[in-house]
């Protein structure tokens, strides 16, 4: 069942719309659906999603065949050789779960791995090739996700994606550029000029285009599930490219990989119950700082847009971030203060920010408790009739991640080792900087960003949410949970609304390039902020749920596909 949504957009929000689509693409009006909605990064893997909904299977289902499509038709983020996470809502167990199938870093890895004897970086080290890639985990995430929630058989689950990558799919406008723009990079390892190349030039938009080694290793995982690809041939051929290049993945890394059933981390926004990704994320944890440090402020006489709001929201951002760098990383190495959303620290933390004028961001340190624009992250947020929710954001790190493609094996490796803290200090490719409770030890994850995140009200679902975009995850998803909360947005407004963000470190405060009239910048310059323009960021793809009808939207600015039935 379809249903226009109606309802009015203040003239203004429209505006600011409007702009941002005008430079991404068409604006998808919202429909109501109430029998599954799909959103995802491509039309193809959302189809398949959907296509799996309608064949009877679950939210949980629908996520395992579209993390696998993604790997095929969106392979500058979605992918096999990469990680993530996943908050699920389960009807049956009337429970909210965190799955953790982050990367880790190799049993061989070290500390200094990425700097010369006298401790410089080594610039590309941790970044491209072979040394910059973690154990990947999403093959087992799915595989887990699929054990533990499962509805239909495994091999319906993968054999779509299998099916796209030997026959072939067609190339989209934006895959092609996204190729094009990427080509350098994409030509400097043999193996990937092979699967993403022809003739050394991309492909164009309506070609045909397989990847038949991946299509064999697909094949592997259908036939043994996890197996397939952490041993025999796939995690051979995996070994191979390592010692090739100089990585440290071996196969008893390969082998010894386990995801991680992690406890949410909930908390209340209003009347709302929100649940996110706890460490080694710290997407829900800082989400959670920002929101609960804006829950006293009186928004109703302001816009998403107004000077007012945005530079609260940028002041109590930096906070939040500041402590990112010192208090977070992998939850099984280091202890995380477990009051970094206690209302009395909050609180004392908000003491710094001034109404009227920005504090330098070398005036604010990480609080003292007694005790990261393009990247290669996607997001998918999917519901069924029964209420079944899954918002599952996966990733490479940057676009291609390592650039590198396993020899015969045809995907990508993640290079998500760049988001450890190679040396106290550095940014890492998002511009954030950590130290000890981020530095490279064997066998942790990395610290990450994404927030994928689930909306509960009085017990029933409410939003779903997730985004790429790195460091700019995290305030996206802050500024979506507030437009639709105290701004009272609807969801094709929500994820076209122009974006601002600040990370404490640089200290600017970022603009989406021409989305935001004149006078909020100078407004906000006069305020003392840094502000610079940047191009358009993030792939927010979020499903609004309102007495079981579903609203799926998906962001603009990409290839972005919702749709429902
Ligand atoms: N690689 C980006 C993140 O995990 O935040």
Partial sequence: MEKKLKGKISS???????????????LKISTFYEKGAVVTASEAATEIGLDILKQGGNSFDAAVAVGFALAVVYPEGGNVGGGGFALLRSVETEKIYALDFREVAPAAATTNMYLTDSGEVIENLSTLGALSSGVPGTVAGLYEIWQKFGSLRWEKLVEPAAKLAENGFVVSESLHKSITKHKDDLSIFEETKKVFLRNDEPPQTGDSISFEDLATTLYAILENGADGFYTGITADKIVQTMEKYGGLITKKDLADYKVQWREPVKFMFDS???????P????????????????????????????EFVHIFCEISKLAFADRSLHLGDPDFYNIPSAMLD????????????????VPSEEILPGNFRVTESDATTHVSICDKDGNMIALTYTINSEY????????????????????????????YFGLIGGEANKVEPNKK??????????????????????????????????AIINKVRFNLRPEEIVAFPRFHHQWIPDKLYLEEESFGIDLKQELIKRGHNVTERSRYGGLNIIYIENGMMIPASDPRGDGSAAGF
């Fill in 272 to 278: 709302l119950e929100i649940y996110s990704m706890p």
């Fill in 343 to 358: 209302s009395n620290y909050l609180n004392s933390r908000k003491l710094k920010i001034n109404s009227n004028y920005a």
């Fill in 280 to 307: 080694p994320s710290s997407g829900g944890l800082i989400v959670g700082q920002i929101l609960k440090m804006i829950e006293s402020y009186d928004l109703t006489n302001q816009n998403p847009d107004s000077p």
């Fill in 401 to 428: 991640g390592s650039k590198l493609v396993v020899e015969g094996a045809g995907f990508l490796l993640n290079n998500e080792m760049d988001d450890f803290s190679v040396k106290p200090g550095v940014p890492n």
């Fill in 446 to 479: 990395m610290l990450s960003s994404m927030s994928p995140t689930l909306i509960m009200e009085e017990g029933q679902p409410h939003l779903i949410l997730g985004s790429r975009g790195g460091s700019k995850i995290i305030t996206t998803i802050a500024q």
């Fill in 12 to 26: 203004k929000t429209l505006l600011l719309i409007i702009l941002v689509i005008a430079g991404c693409g068409q």
